[in-house]
């Protein structure tokens, strides 16, 4: 069986692994990277391609396609393989408006009672100020359209609430994406990453993640797109059970008002005092999340696809196991950071640990460094302790000039359930 990767990140990494760990499986990847070179054969095919993608998933015949990230499922690659008649897992264009328009979102919580934060549209900066000045306290200002994860600000001051509102409404930092912003409520607690794969209205949970987005140790320093993951996460029971029933909720809500998913969904949530609250929906598996959960699949990822792709159930189970993994990002990130050193001691990390590349490019046959967040360590061990010792050995054999990671990824996890 032919399967094609789509996107180039440490989560396509780790797509493309999990799914070559099944020898009859034979892997591509557009446009891949070098890690991912070891394990799929890589074509030099843009993942916003779309016509040259299909083009290849036919010439190759590839029986299943996965998409790592939205921006193609939001352009309609689920939509255009649909209508060549290639397989493809995802979700169309209509149905990752959960992720492309907040607005989308916000206004589909609201018709199904799903909750979130309150919140306001706001389609010109006047109006995204007044809902600034009537929040009076801390705001969340959030671009609509997609803007890479770097269009969600949380102001705890009204400048910089108001500063938001220009950056994204007037000077258009995030381009069209910023035109209508959603002015929301800021929630506290703890956060984490629920997905499932779903098909209309059927849902199968994958194994609760938690994300760790502050560039800094112990949640301090600005919001990166991860810089460490952790799977399974535990949340209180009825915390976990609420969870579930908010995507039950989400693909029933799709379905009925016919815009149906298929693939990865992903509600990012806030466990609050008065109760669970949905911060976000994407629309495919979450980067680092899914180098946490697909380490931990028992079973062929590819036949679960396929099996929700032709109308039946997966057979997906899970290894007891613990997963943590550790970003090894550039100095700088997620500001502007130099790029291009080498990268060393990857042939020194023990096994047990896997790599998967995020930010890198052979130069002259070297691995240097080629992005902000340049790779993931994962340990995965019998429990949370083990799985980050094992992290953590792994990202201490590797180097590279201004190498930066967190050293507190996976500590202290909280205990409770999980909703698998
Ligand atoms: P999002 O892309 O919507 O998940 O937002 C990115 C990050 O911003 C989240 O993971 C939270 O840490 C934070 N965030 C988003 N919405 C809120 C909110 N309403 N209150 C507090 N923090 C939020
Ligand atoms: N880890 C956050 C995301 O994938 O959007």
């Not at 691995?367 to 992290?391: D, S």
Request: charged share 20%.
């Amino acid at each position: 069986m032919k399967v094609l990767v789509v996107g180039s990140g440490g989560r396509e990494h780790a797509l493309a692994w999990a799914l070559s760990r099944t020898p009859a499986v034979q892997v591509y990847a557009a446009p891949g990277n070098p890690g991912i070179a070891r394990v799929a054969t890589c074509l030099p095919i843009a993942a916003t391609d779309l016509p040259a993608l299909a083009a290849a998933a036919e010439d190759l015949e590839i029986d299943l396609t996965v998409v790592g990230p939205e921006q193609p499922l939001s352009d309609g690659i689920a939509d255009l393989f649909a209508s060549r008649g290639l397989r493809l897992f995802g979700p169309s264009a209509a149905a990752a408006r959960v992720e492309a328009s907040k607005a989308f979102a916000k206004d589909l919580m609201r018709r199904w009672g799903i909750p979130t934060a309150a919140y306001q549209v706001c389609d010109d900066p006047d109006s995204a100020l007044r809902a600034v000045r009537r929040a009076g306290g801390p705001v969340v200002i959030k671009a609509d359209g997609l803007a890479a994860g770097k269009g969600v600000v949380v102001a705890r001051t009204r400048s910089e609430a108001e500063r938001a509102v220009e950056d994204l409404m007037v000077r258009q930092v995030h381009g069209a994406a910023g035109r209508r912003v959603v002015v929301e409520e800021c929630l506290e607690g703890e956060e984490a990453s629920v997905l499932a794969l779903v098909s209309g209205a059927a849902v199968w949970p994958l194994l609760l993640a938690r994300d760790y987005k502050r560039a800094g140790s112990g949640d301090t320093g600005p919001n990166t797109g991860g810089m460490g993951a952790l799977a399974p996460a535990l949340l209180p029971s009825d915390a976990a059970a609420s969870a579930l029933a908010i995507l039950h909720r989400a693909a029933e809500a799709l379905a009925a008002e016919g815009s149906p998913f298929v693939g990865v969904l992903y509600a990012g949530v806030m466990v609050t005092r008065d109760g669970i609250r949905v911060l976000e929906f994407n629309c495919r598996f979450g980067d680092p999340e899914a180098q946490v959960i697909l380490p931990l699949v028992e079973g062929d990822l590819a036949e679960a696809m396929i099996a929700i792709l032709e109308g039946g159930a997966p057979d997906l189970r899970w290894t007891p196991h613990a997963a943590v993994c550790v970003v090894a990002a550039s100095r700088g990130y997620p500001g502007p950071h130099p790029t291009g050193y080498p990268i060393t001691g990857l042939d020194a990390v023990p096994p047990g640990t896997l790599v998967f590349h995020a930010g890198t490019a052979l130069r002259e046959g070297r691995l240097v460094t080629a992005g902000g967040r340049v790779l993931h360590v994962v340990g995965v061990g019998a429990t949370v302790e083990e799985a980050r010792a094992r992290a953590y050995a792994g990202i201490s054999a590797i180097g590279f000039e201004g190498m930066q990671y967190r050293t507190d990824i996976g500590a202290a996890a909280p205990r409770g359930a999980t909703v698998s």
